[in-house]
């Protein structure tokens, strides 16, 4: 069965410093891979996703970016963060039939606190 | 570009008390999911719709898909401690696109 690995569990970072997560997922090959932020007591904010190697798709244009440089590796970086960028990190795997999404599966999450 | 509204955001119910959450989506969605995200911890899917009209049933609670695939609701008979969290409903946005409601946030008072 698929396993996503995700990390650092909490991280604290000051505004400025630049930010690396990586999610790396087990079990399974060509995912779909998401990334979504969850602010304090909030919903869950898509970021970005991707289909495929080198294939990101941006929903909010922010401070944000991410890569996928191997078929099971989803990066999420950013080069100078802001205060507004603290909240609660998840990466996910969607499973498809066809075009249709199934059930995502969701690594445990990086709680980023930016002081 | 497609939103997908979820309410109400609390509830307080005692226990033994019943909920429902409400999902509406500005589009037709080809199927909805609901999740669970326990405090702390990360959403766990429950179950799938892709029917119109379609329900199902998980003991206690019970899952509708609208008959225009537009709205969906999570009813929970005899709230216990243990459903304590946020109940998430998602929808399938263009492309590959998993859009999230806002979650509602369920507390149990025994």
């Known amino acids: 069965s698929q396993t996503i690995h995700q990390w650092p569990a909490t991280l604290v970072q000051p505004v400025g410093s630049p930010l690396s997560l990586e999610c790396t997922v087990e079990g399974t090959s060509n995912p779909n891979l998401y990334w979504y932020r969850q602010a304090a007591g909030r919903g869950l904010q898509l970021l970005f996703y991707?289909?495929?190697?080198?294939?990101i798709s941006s929903e909010v244009p922010q401070n944000l970016s991410a890569s996928r440089p191997q078929d099971r590796q989803f990066i999420l970086s950013s080069k100078k963060l802001l205060l507004s960028d603290s909240g609660f990190y998840l990466c996910?795997?969607?499973?498809?039939?066809?075009?249709?999404?199934?059930?995502?599966?969701f690594g445990q999450g990086t709680r980023l606190t930016v002081v | 570009g497609q939103q997908v509204m979820q309410i109400p955001q609390y509830q307080h119910v005692q226990e033994g008390e019943d909920f429902t959450t409400y999902c509406n989506s500005s589009t037709t969605l080809s199927n909805i999911q609901w999740y669970k995200q326990r405090p702390g911890g990360h959403p766990v899917f429950l179950i799938q719709?892709?029917?119109?009209?379609e329900v199902k049933k998980q003991k206690r609670l019970t899952f509708q898909f609208g008959e225009a695939k537009k709205n969906s609701s999570l009813h929970i008979t005899a709230t216990q401690t243990t459903d304590v969290g946020t109940y998430f409903c998602a929808g399938q946005g263009g492309g590959f696109k998993t859009i999230f409601g806002a979650g509602t946030r369920l507390f149990v008072k025994a």
């Open positions: 719709l892709v029917k119109s009209g």
């Open positions: 996910a795997w969607v499973g498809t039939i066809g075009i249709m999404n199934t059930e995502a599966f």
């Open positions: 991707s289909v495929g190697i080198g294939q």
